[in-house]
Nanobody, 124 residues
Framework: QVQLVESGGGLVQAGDSLRLSCAAS????????MGWFRQAPGKGREFVAA????????HYADSVKGRFTISSDNPKNTVYLQMNSLKPEDTAVYYC?????????????????WGQGTQVTVSS
């Protein structure tokens, strides 16, 4: 099994920055890529960004391109999401997830392991 723990959420104002972290433990060698998703109240889980552990290939949702950056520290089994120029519409619970498929994907159903989430609130 793989355990994922997110941290770094909080309450910020529009235009501010936050960096989320996701620490993986357990059988991390099984995973090949990690992603960030978010879920706002009353909405479905939305893809944000993903990164492949091995080749560092990344993929972003159009809504965050140019503002968010996903990165990884492989020796620490940690993935980061740097969020700049935050907007009120970025308010959501942010989840990290991992899968074993060897691809970068935005499909929520392909992610097998999930963290508990961290709240990000952006005030206007």
């Amino acid at each position: 099994q793989v355990q994922l723990v997110e941290s770094g959420g909080g309450l910020v104002q529009a235009g501010d920055s936050l960096r989320l972290s996701c620490a993986a433990s357990g059988r991390t060698f099984m995973t090949t890529a990690m992603g960030w998703f978010r879920q706002a109240p009353g909405k479905g889980r939305e893809f944000v960004a993903a990164i492949n552990w091995r080749d560092m290939n990344t993929h972003y949702a159009d809504s965050v391109k140019g503002r968010f950056t996903i990165s990884s520290d492989n020796p620490k089994n940690t993935v980061y999401l740097q969020m700049n120029s935050l907007k009120p519409e970025d308010t959501a619970v942010y989840y990290c997830a991992a899968h074993t498929l060897g691809i970068v994907t935005d499909r929520v159903e392909r992610y097998r392991y999930w963290g508990q989430g961290t709240q990000v609130t952006v005030s206007s």
